[in-house]
């Protein structure tokens, strides 16, 4: 029933750190390509950070040495390190899954960054 899992969300203190994780299920045969997507109120959803199939890695300028996307491919898990968080960076956050000409979508994990 559920194609992707999400994990790793909650509230952290500014500075803090979190590592989000998102499974794909077994039953994706074929991944593209793996990202986060995160969505704060009143503001669009974005691309925060995506690796592609040979490796390649983009990263949203406002996340770029702070913040680290990586996978495994044999359990088709991808995580994201999130480093010296900042209050701007409270959204949820949404795993993606490309596959051909679908995307998954994970359920959307809630991360809070507040003193």
């Known amino acids: 029933q559920v194609q992707l899992v999400e994990s790793g969300g909650g509230l952290v203190q500014p500075g803090g750190s979190l590592r989000l994780s998102c499974a794909a299920s077994?039953?994706?045969?074929?991944?593209?390509?793996m990202g986060w997507y995160r969505q704060a109120p009143g503001k669009q959803r974005e691309l925060v950070a995506s690796?592609?199939?040979?490796?390649?890695?983009n990263y949203a300028d406002s996340v770029k040495g702070r913040f680290t996307i990586s996978r495994d491919n044999a359990k088709k898990t991808v995580y994201m390190q999130m480093n010296s968080l900042k209050a701007e960076d409270t959204a949820v956050y949404y795993c993606?899954?490309?596959?051909?000409?679908?995307?998954?979508w994970g359920q959307g994990t809630q991360v809070t960054v507040s003193s």
């Open positions: 690796i592609e199939s040979a490796g390649s890695t």
């Open positions: 993606n899954v490309r596959s051909g000409n679908y995307d998954y």
């Open positions: 077994r039953t994706i045969f074929r991944i593209d390509a």
